[in-house]
């Protein structure tokens, strides 16, 4: 066998090679074509010159043909993939359990109103409301801006506006984006790292809102079932809770003087009886339906870290203790985010087994309905 015949085979075979990252019916209709039209362009390039330009020449001239068959597989696989989501239209999906898709509605309303009240409070907006409202002359706004609050503070609008315009799935996007962030933000030592309860918060009602926005019809649907009246508890609650979560001391006036030497001052006292009244009267009202109580289900994977946040301020409150000392349980990453995950598992498994014996169930109405037919004479 020739050199010449060597060389031939083994271009031949680095080309075939190349031609496996194409789809399998491309190769059985192009293959021997395309091999062909490279061989035979391969032969084009057999030019007469010193050895050295000639293998330049050579050289250059395959590794541009190898190229151009890792391209055309790249757009090749590019179009399939992108056919397939548009044909399963992928980010479009909605859950089928009605009741399940209600709760999703009526969550992409509230979690991304408690998201922005989130982010309103690392700027002491809301504080500074409830001081108007109580006369407290101690809360004020504040425009300290760190690195571990950009992803809130710039999240949580965009969140909001998309809604707004009504680009359900891209505030989906945006919620999911927020929560990234809030991962990343979790790292900065100035932002107390993940065991942080504030930081779970964030991170999880990020996710919840995203799963909300990306799964359900939208806020549109959601603004159907709550009403007029819903939407305007669920911003005053929003509100109570974004206002009275971190701070002083809550009374209407000045604080009454027969609890001034209560473990010192009851710093903050009343603030933790409104919010538990709030959580409380909120979770007594969603019990009263199916799809309020798929709601509290929903809502309650970003409050367990929230509840976390509100006993230690509980803690300090009554005994003086900041960072959460004297709190009953002390926070920590695996109880911040396993019980999360644990209602999250929970809630799919119940939807897929809810789902499967539904199907059985129309399989069973399906084939009694049918039934064996009845021979006729003829």
Known sequence: M??????????????????ALYPKDHRREHAEEMVGVLLAADGDTQVRAPKAVAWALRFG??????????????RIRGRMAL???????????????????DALAVVSVVAPLLLLMAALTEFRIPQAVASSITGHPHWGRTATLGLADLPMAAGAPGVILLVFLRLRRLAGLGALATAIGQIAAGAVPAFAGYADPAVAFTVLLSCTTAAALLLSPGPDRGLALLTRSGTALVGAGA??????????????????????????KVVGLPADLLIAAVLVGVAAACLRTPVS?????????????????????????LFGQPGGGSAAIPSSIPLLYLPPLLVACLILF???????????????????????????SA
């Open 293 to 317: 109580r798929r709601v509290l289900a929903l809502l309650a994977i970003p409050v367990i870290p929230y509840a976390f946040l509100w006993q230690e301020k509980l803690a300090v409150d």
């Open 239 to 264: 509100l109570i809770l974004g206002a009275f979560s971190v701070g002083d001391d809550v009374w209407f006036g000045s604080a009454p003087t027969q609890f001034d030497d209560f473990g010192g």
């Open 61 to 74: 001239q395959r590794a541009a043909d190898s190229a151009d068959l890792i391209g055309g597989a790249l």
């Open 2 to 19: 020739s050199v010449t015949a060597t060389g031939d085979s083994r271009i031949e075979k680095r080309y075939r090679r190349l031609l």
């Open 83 to 101: 056919n397939r989501l548009q044909r399963t239209r992928w980010l479009s999906w909605t859950v089928r359990d009605q009741r399940w898709s």
């Open 350 to 376: 119940g939807t897929c087994l809810g789902r499967r014996r539904a199907d059985e169930r129309d399989r069973q109405v399906g084939s009694a309905t049918s039934g064996p037919r009845s021979p006729v």
